[in-house]
């Protein structure tokens, strides 16, 4: 500004300078040798003739005051603009309130843990580099962290009202980090995925499930029949979900062929992407099956072994100060051993039951009722991540923030949080109702895919497919 200020000056002293040197080089011709005064013009006195150059330096004067004046006023203005007093300019945006602030970091949970997830399952597809391998790590690191922070917060730690807001913007910060990590890698990662035969290998997947799916729900009939339907109830409508994935799979690979033939590159990629998860979720979808199948004939072979080891332990605690519970664990053990004689059960709840009848008794922590604890902790923990992600457009974050947490547990506490996460995720999934269920869309497997977050759901169609990468880059394929 103190620039314009000295051109404001020069400018007037330009204007001016003119006159001033009018003046000052007016000379008076000389006359023959003799020293002469200088006449009068045509009746014009000596004050009038010298008039001009006196004005000269009160008119520089009076315009530097005014181009100084005018930028006083400048100066002022602009440091009213940049005031910060209330009244002065209009005031920030309020910031957001506690509810607002939850609000917007339990969405940033879901939508991190959603790119986790995909990105996961999109690196079983591709020989990644090892920097692609990385960002995933480290997203996963970022995620844990902020599920450890909001789970905290859901404990009421902090107390106070500022470090709650600041836990809430720390779930947030994590949050958008873990979606940077995997954004930066999605170009190289689509480098990697572009120079393999994708299409051959999604082709060979589709084929191997296709071919199991008959096998599994054989299996499950089985385990039905000999133990319950309580038995399998986790896995109730596992296949016939697969089944829909790969009915939609199989529409979504007949065009990414004929994206690729007619050299339609995005429109191959899109197709493709959106085959891969569906077929993903289908693998996933029939793995339950056949593990909770595993999981159950393995605890009807555990449970006599366990509930004799129960017993022992709690006849060596008789006479101890734990009459009552010692009495309780008796009730559940003898209900058990019933069961066993008494027709079809489930074994892996009552593998449980034995295991939380010695819980808190001191006992239990080596041998066979280890070994129950266990199994049991692992089924819940796999049984409600399966649902988590094939179901993860529409659980929110309350579920998938205990299952994380269940998943740095101990057993005891680990299956119990587990099954409290599998229990919130389908209340999400009943209250969320899905909006592509309708027939036409039952038929493609539209409604499964976009249920399982292979496509956000956006449009008639399904809207755009989910590929590998955070927030910025996952829908980069249309």
């Given at each position: 500004?103190?620039?314009?200020?000295?051109?404001?000056?020069?400018?007037?002293?330009?204007?001016?300078?003119?006159?001033?040197?009018?003046?000052?080089?007016?000379?008076?011709?000389?006359?023959?040798?003799?020293?002469?005064?200088?006449?009068?013009?045509?009746?014009?006195?000596?004050?009038?003739?010298?008039?001009?150059?006196d004005y000269v330096l009160p008119l520089v004067a009076?315009?530097?005051?005014?181009?100084?004046?005018?930028?006083?006023?400048?100066?002022?203005?602009?440091?009213?603009?940049?005031?910060?007093?209330?009244?002065?300019?209009?005031?920030?945006?309020?910031?957001?309130?506690?509810?607002?602030?939850?609000?917007?970091?339990?969405?940033?949970?879901?939508?991190?843990?959603?790119?986790?997830?995909?990105?996961?399952?999109?690196?079983?597809?591709?020989?990644?580099?090892?920097?692609?391998?990385?960002?995933?790590?480290?997203?996963?690191?970022?995620l844990s962290a902020a599920f450890a922070i909001w789970?905290?917060?859901?404990?009421?730690?902090?107390?106070?009202?500022?470090?709650?807001?600041?836990?809430?913007?720390?779930?947030?910060?994590?949050?958008?980090?873990?979606?940077?990590?995997?954004?930066?890698?999605?170009?190289?990662?689509?480098?990697?995925?572009?120079?393999?035969?994708?299409?051959?290998?999604?082709?060979?997947?589709?084929?191997?499930?296709?071919?199991?799916?008959?096998?599994?729900?054989?299996?499950?009939?089985?385990?039905?029949?000999?133990?319950?339907?309580?038995?399998?109830?986790?896995?109730?409508?596992?296949?016939?979900?697969?089944?829909?994935?790969?009915?939609?799979?199989?529409?979504?690979?007949?065009?990414?062929?004929?994206?690729?033939?007619?050299?339609?590159?995005?429109?191959?990629?899109?197709?493709?992407?959106?085959?891969?998860?569906?077929?993903?979720?289908?693998?996933?979808?029939?793995?339950?099956?056949?593990?909770?199948?595993?999981?159950?004939?393995?605890?009807?072979?555990?449970?006599?072994?366990?509930?004799?080891?129960?017993?022992?332990?709690?006849?060596?605690?008789?006479?101890?100060?734990?009459?009552?519970?010692?009495?309780?664990?008796?009730?559940?053990?003898?209900?058990?051993?019933?069961?066993?004689?008494?027709?079809?059960?489930?074994?892996?709840?009552?593998?449980?039951?034995?295991?939380?009848?010695?819980?808190?008794?001191?006992?239990?922590?080596?041998?066979?009722?280890?070994?129950?604890?266990?199994?049991?902790?692992?089924?819940?923990?796999?049984?409600?991540?399966?649902?988590?992600?094939?179901?993860?457009?529409?659980?929110?974050?309350?579920?998938?923030?205990?299952?994380?947490?269940?998943?740095?547990?101990?057993?005891?506490?680990?299956?119990?949080?587990?099954?409290?996460?599998?229990?919130?995720?389908?209340?999400?999934?009943?209250?969320?109702?899905?909006?592509?269920?309708?027939?036409?869309?039952?038929?493609?497997?539209?409604?499964?895919?976009?249920?399982?977050g292979v496509l956000l759901g956006e449009e008639e169609?399904?809207?755009?497919?989910?590929?590998?990468?955070?927030?910025?880059?996952?829908?980069?394929?249309?």
């Open positions: 500004m103190g620039h314009a200020v000295l051109g404001g000056v020069a400018g007037v002293v330009w204007l001016v300078l003119p006159v001033m040197t009018s003046v000052a080089q007016d000379p008076v011709p000389p006359t023959g040798g003799g020293t002469v005064a200088a006449a009068p013009a045509d009746g014009v006195d000596e004050a009038e003739g010298a008039s001009a150059a009076v315009a530097a005051a005014g181009v100084l004046g005018g930028y006083g006023y400048v100066r002022r203005t602009r440091r009213a603009r940049s005031r910060t007093t209330p009244g002065i300019i209009s005031p920030l945006p309020p910031a957001p309130s506690p509810v607002d602030l939850e609000r917007q970091a339990g969405a940033s949970l879901v939508l991190a843990d959603d790119c986790v997830r995909t990105s996961r399952e999109a690196l079983g597809h591709v020989d990644a580099d090892e920097a692609v391998v990385r960002a995933l790590r480290a997203a996963e690191t970022e789970q905290r917060y859901e404990e009421g730690v902090p107390e106070d009202p500022a470090g709650r807001r600041q836990a809430l913007v720390g779930v947030v910060g994590r949050c958008a980090e873990a979606g940077r990590q995997l954004d930066a890698q999605a170009a190289a990662f689509d480098t990697g995925w572009d120079t393999g035969d994708a299409l051959t290998a999604a082709e060979d997947r589709f084929r191997e499930l296709a071919a199991r799916a008959g096998g599994v729900q054989n299996a499950l009939a089985g385990a039905r029949a000999r133990y319950g339907p309580g038995a399998v109830d986790a896995v109730q409508g596992y296949v016939e979900q697969a089944k829909d994935r790969l009915v939609f799979a199989t529409g979504r690979l007949n065009q990414a062929r004929q994206k690729t033939d007619s050299g339609d590159g995005d429109g191959y990629r899109r197709e493709l992407c959106a085959a891969e998860g569906a077929v993903a979720q289908a693998r996933v979808l029939l793995g339950a099956v056949t593990r909770l199948v595993e999981e159950v004939r393995t605890a009807a072979e555990l449970v006599p072994a366990a509930l004799t080891g129960a017993e022992a332990e709690l006849a060596g605690l008789r006479g101890t100060a734990l009459p009552v519970r010692l009495a309780q664990a008796d009730v559940v053990l003898a209900a058990v051993r019933a069961e066993l004689t008494g027709g079809p059960y489930d074994p892996l709840d009552a593998l449980r039951r034995v295991v939380r009848a010695v819980e808190g008794t001191g006992g239990g922590r080596t041998g066979v009722i280890a070994a129950g604890a266990g199994l049991v902790a692992r089924s819940a923990l796999r049984a409600a991540d399966d649902f988590v992600g094939v179901h993860r457009g529409a659980v929110g974050p309350q579920a998938r923030a205990l299952l994380a947490k269940a998943g740095a547990a101990a057993p005891a506490d680990a299956d119990r949080l587990a099954r409290r996460a599998r229990e919130l995720a389908g209340r999400d999934v009943r209250a969320h109702g899905n909006p592509f269920a309708g027939q036409a869309a039952h038929e493609s497997g539209l409604a499964g895919v976009v249920l399982g169609d399904g809207g755009p497919v989910v590929a590998f990468g955070g927030p910025d880059t996952r829908g980069r394929w249309g």
